[in-house]
């Protein structure tokens, strides 16, 4: 039986610790979307920036995809993107445990996916942990607000600006604060 990589140990949950013999290829792979990054970021041309995008996620962005540089990756191959998804100013995408962005998803400047993160435990901070991040159609997150690791955005749901999301939402809401909670029906 083939044993799984690092990044397909990481895409279904499973905790790497720093000692993990293959942790150093988080940083090497890291290193090498930080590249296309660089290019990417340095373009104003829509269609190369999709391109960029392409050879990131290893997958084809469609051409109604709108993203404003500049847009931070760590890695790349676990963002699934889908139609007419636009993507504003400065958005950060930590994707080892997978985000997938699904048809309409609107993202204003500054929202950031973290589909991982730390245990409190000093002992076991170094360790990587990590939970896929899922918005569903028509979802709008507003500035600087914060998805955190394992949260599913219902359809048509809106997280309020500045908002830190650490628990799924349901569909047709909008959600607002720290933690974020609804704050009403749509």
Excluded at 29 to 50: F, G, V
Excluded at 158 to 185: L, Q, R, T, W
Aim: proline fraction near 5%.
């Amino acid at each position: 039986m083939e044993s799984k990589t690092v990044f397909q140990r990481l895409v279904h949950g499973e905790a790497i610790s720093p000692n993990d013999p293959d942790a150093p290829k988080l940083r090497e792979a890291s290193y090498k979307t930080k590249e296309l990054l660089l290019q990417m970021n340095n373009t104003s041309d829509p269609a190369e920036i999709r391109k960029f995008l392409s050879r990131i996620t290893s997958s084809e962005i469609d051409e109604s995809v709108t993203v404003f540089t500049p847009l931070y990756i760590n890695y790349g191959k676990n963002i699934k993107i889908g139609k007419n998804v636009f993507i504003n100013f400065d958005c950060t995408f930590l994707d080892l445990g997978g985000i997938i962005l699904e048809d309409n998803v609107m993202l204003a400047p500054k929202v950031c996916l973290l589909s991982e993160a730390h245990p409190i435990s000093p002992k076991e901070r170094l360790t990587l942990t990590s939970g896929k991040i899922h918005l569903k159609k028509n979802v709008w997150i507003g500035a600087n607000a914060t998805i955190l690791q394992g949260v599913t955005i219902g359809e048509n749901s809106v997280v309020a600006a500045g908002s830190v999301v650490s628990k799924d939402v349901p569909n047709n809401v909008v959600v607002g604060g720290i933690p974020a909670k609804v704050i009403k029906e749509i």
